[in-house]
């Protein structure tokens, strides 16, 4: 399974943006997928998981309630819907994918599969 991303890019704070992870791959449906995020001069972040079937997902506390985890099977996507953005909320965005579903794995980072990021700018 490969991975891009696409839908970063400048919004105002209190503003909406959509990130599309596409995966190519016959196995796609069988990974859980999720999001990352990196900072300047920081860590690289869990976002949010959603499971193989989009039955579960879960997210970090900084962003419940204003982020939404989806994934569209049928086409091979998984999106991030990210809603009253906050200054920050600006980093490069990673989607990542992993046959792991475990909150633990995810929460941690432990994931095989990573895609290039995109940048998500909030300015205030």
């Known amino acids: 399974v490969q ?5 970063g890019g400048l919004v105002q704070a209190g503003g909406s943006l959509r990130l599309s992870c596409a995966a190519s791959g016959r196995a796609f449906n069988y ?7 990196q900072a300047p001069g920081k860590e690289r972040d869990f ?13 970090a506390d900084s962003v419940k309630g204003r982020f939404t985890i989806s994934r569209d099977n049928t086409k091979n996507t998984v999106y991030l ?9 600006t ?3 990673f989607c990542a ?9 995810w929460r941690r980072g ?6 290039p990021g995109t940048q998500v700018t909030v300015s205030s």
């Open 91 to 93: 980093a490069v965005y």
């Open 3 to 7: 991975l891009q991303a696409s839908g």
């Open 110 to 115: 432990m994931v095989g599969l990573w895609g």
């Open 47 to 59: 976002v949010a998981a959603i499971t193989w079937n989009g039955g579960d997902t879960f997210a």
């Open 31 to 37: 990974y859980a997928m999720g999001w990352f995020r």
């Open 81 to 89: 819907q990210m809603n009253g953005l906050k200054p920050e909320d």
């Open 97 to 105: 994918a992993d046959k792991r579903h475990d909150t633990l794995s």
